[in-house]
């Protein structure tokens, strides 16, 4: 596989000066008996390689991933006044949820995005322990999709629990909904809806008491151009715009672009045919819709939690009898899978790790050599020797994690005026 410019390898060589014969002749230089004995000493006290047919790993960091999108967000930002705001909500006051805030602050203050954190219930209180109401967090994400001032929201997670979590994911507007949770922006990525309507993004967007830009679809007009900030990208139709994808399984496809796993050359939307994927994790936040991007971009994908396997797959295009296609987008399907967990990571590709234990190891003996590794997790879930058998390992990815989801605020800002202006034209 070739390697991407930017990657750092784990292999190190030694650099020959280039010698003419006529030099060397000039100079008539003769190794000394000290030179022999190091020769020798190195000789003796050399390693062979176990396997001398594996490729040195090459090791892709989530900083070479950003950075590309980095600096298309700081050109457009530079573009924009009043600069595009982001609102954190934190209601939990665990370590990790404070971490993960002022890391946000700090990305978002480098790319010149305003960045607001609200803090919640007890954790406004200066509480060092526990988490805020629901009914507390749930006027705070009310608040702000009410709040003109406020392009995009995030609330740190978890808080209460999957059930209760959910319910306030589905809170936050899908306009202002960086992060991709809502379901309009679920239903998008499940049934490989990649271009929407944003007046039907505003129509999914009425909260209880509607605010003015969530009602004024009748006339919107989006904007294809990029004038206001939004970032190039695939060809998007006319009247559409992209759908709003959950930031950190985008990171992993676009590590994956990266790294070349999928192929440019075949069709957008195909590019990971041919390929077998491992994801150890089915959480509906990353693991879930992670699988079907992967399988909605012709993969096959094994699916990996504690209640087994599950086989994630492109759906196939049925012709009917007047000729006519019977799925207009062929979205994945997802059927049992018998296989064991050492089958799956002995036929795959690419095996992506995000089991949040320290505990957890995924067997490097049981991986294809080559394999394409790569970690979400905070803990590492692959063995301490997966280099010696990976051809590219990814350790972490939380700085593209946090640039798409800035490159998302400015998706949702562009789609926002879009609909502004509809409602400036309605009503003259």
């Known amino acids: 596989m070739a390697r991407a410019a930017g990657l750092t390898s784990t292999a190190s060589s030694l650099s020959r000066p280039s010698c003419t014969p006529a030099l060397a002749r000039s100079y008539r230089v003769h190794p000394s008996p000290l030179y022999h004995q190091l020769a020798n000493l190195l000789m003796s006290t050399a390693k062979p390689n176990p396997d001398p047919t594996h490729i040195a790993c090459v090791t892709v960091l989530g900083e070479h991933i950003a950075k590309p999108f980095r600096t298309q967000i700081q050109q457009a930002t530079a573009?924009?006044?009043?600069?595009?705001?982001?609102?954190?909500?934190?209601?939990n006051s665990g370590a990790p949820s404070r971490a993960y805030a002022n890391w946000t602050a700090k990305?978002?203050?480098?790319?010149?995005?305003?960045?607001?954190?609200?803090?919640?219930g007890i954790v406004a209180d200066g509480a060092s322990e526990g988490t805020a109401?629901?009914?507390?967090?749930?006027e705070a994400i009310l608040a702000a999709n009410e709040d003109d001032n406020v392009n995009g929201i995030m609330v740190y997670y978890p808080i209460f629990g999957p059930r209760q979590d959910g319910y306030l994911q589905q809170a936050v507007s899908p306009l202002k909904d960086v992060e991709g949770l809502n379901f309009a922006w679920l239903f998008s990525l499940y049934h490989n809806?990649?271009?929407?309507?944003?007046?039907?993004?505003?129509?999914?967007?009425?909260?209880?008491?509607?605010?003015?830009?969530?009602?004024?679809?009748?006339?919107?007009t989006p904007s294809t151009s990029t004038s206001t900030g939004a970032l190039p990208d695939q060809q998007t139709p006319d009247g559409l715009v992209k759908a709003i994808l959950p930031c950190t399984p985008l990171a992993i496809v676009k590590t994956l672009e990266?790294?070349?796993?999928?192929?440019?050359l075949r069709p957008y939307g195909s590019r990971a045919f041919g390929r077998t994927i491992t994801v150890v994790n089915r959480s509906e936040v990353v693991g879930r819709p992670l699988a079907a991007l992967l399988a909605n971009d012709g993969a096959r994908v094994f699916s990996v939690d504690l209640d087994g396997v599950q086989e994630f797959t492109r759906k196939k295009v049925v012709e009917g009898e007047d000729g006519?296609?019977?799925n207009f987008h062929p979205y994945h399907v997802i059927k049992k899978c018998d296989?064991?967990?050492?089958?799956?990571?002995?036929?795959?590709?690419?095996?992506?790790?995000?089991?949040?234990?320290?505990?957890?190891?995924?067997?490097?003996?049981?991986?294809?050599?080559?394999?394409?590794?790569?970690?979400?997790s905070e803990s590492k879930n692959f063995e301490d020797d997966i280099k010696e058998k990976a051809s590219i390992y990814c350790p972490g990815i939380g700085k593209a994690t946090i640039v798409l989801l800035q490159r998302n605020l400015l998706r949702l800002r562009e789609y926002q005026a879009s609909l502004r202006k509809g409602l400036e034209q309605q009503q003259q």
Request: proline share 7%; aromatic share 4%.
């Open 79 to 91: 573009q924009l006044n009043p600069k595009p705001k982001l609102v954190g909500i934190l209601a």
């Open 107 to 120: 990305a978002c203050e480098a790319v010149g995005i305003d960045y607001e954190l609200r803090e919640v």
């Open 133 to 138: 109401e629901q009914g507390e967090v749930e």
């Open 193 to 220: 809806i990649r271009f929407i309507d944003p007046r039907k993004i505003a129509m999914a967007a009425q909260v209880l008491t509607p605010s003015p830009l969530q009602i004024s679809t009748a006339t919107a």
């Open 258 to 264: 990266h790294c070349q796993v999928y192929n440019p």
């Open 324 to 326: 006519k296609k019977s």
């Open 339 to 376: 296989m064991s967990l050492e089958q799956c990571l002995a036929a795959s590709d690419v095996v992506i790790g995000g089991v949040p234990s320290k505990s957890y190891k995924i067997p490097t003996a049981q991986l294809k050599e080559g394999v394409v590794a790569i970690n979400f």
